[in-house]
Nanobody, 118 residues
Framework: QVRLVESGGGLVQAGGSLRLSCAAS????????MTWRRQAPGKEREFVAD????????SYADSVKGRFTISRDNAKNTVYLQMNSLKPEDTGVYYC???????????WGQGIQVTVSS
């Protein structure tokens, strides 16, 4: 099992940027497909982006495409989510998750709050 810890959240004005980090311990992240999900108050958790463990292929939700970038640094055992041109509707708790060799997502961080003010 891998332990995941998110950081980098906070309060930002609309149009601003934040970079979230997800640091892993316990196992090498290079074997994990990684994902970012978010949950707004009163809503279900939704997909934001993911990055494959092999090849590094990425995918994004339509709502963040062109504004967010997921990346990974396997040497640092860390995954990032660069968020630009933030909107109030991006507000929520952001979670990173890991799927060993692309299987089911079983490992999750505790989540971190991102608040975008208008």
């Amino acid at each position: 099992q891998v332990r995941l810890v998110e950081s980098g959240g906070g309060l930002v004005q609309a149009g601003g940027s934040l970079r979230l980090s997800c640091a892993a311990s316990g196992r090498t992240l290079s074997l994990y497909t990684m994902t970012w999900r978010r949950q707004a108050p009163g809503k279900e958790r939704e997909f934001v982006a993911d990055i494959a463990w092999r090849g590094g292929e990425t995918s994004y939700a339509d709502s963040v495409k062109g504004r967010f970038t997921i990346s990974r640094d396997n040497a640092k055992n860390t995954v990032y989510l660069q968020m630009n041109s933030l909107k109030p509707e991006d507000t929520g708790v952001y979670y990173c998750g890991g799927a060993l060799t692309g299987g089911a997502y079983k490992d999750w961080g505790q989540g971190i709050q991102v608040t975008v003010s208008s």
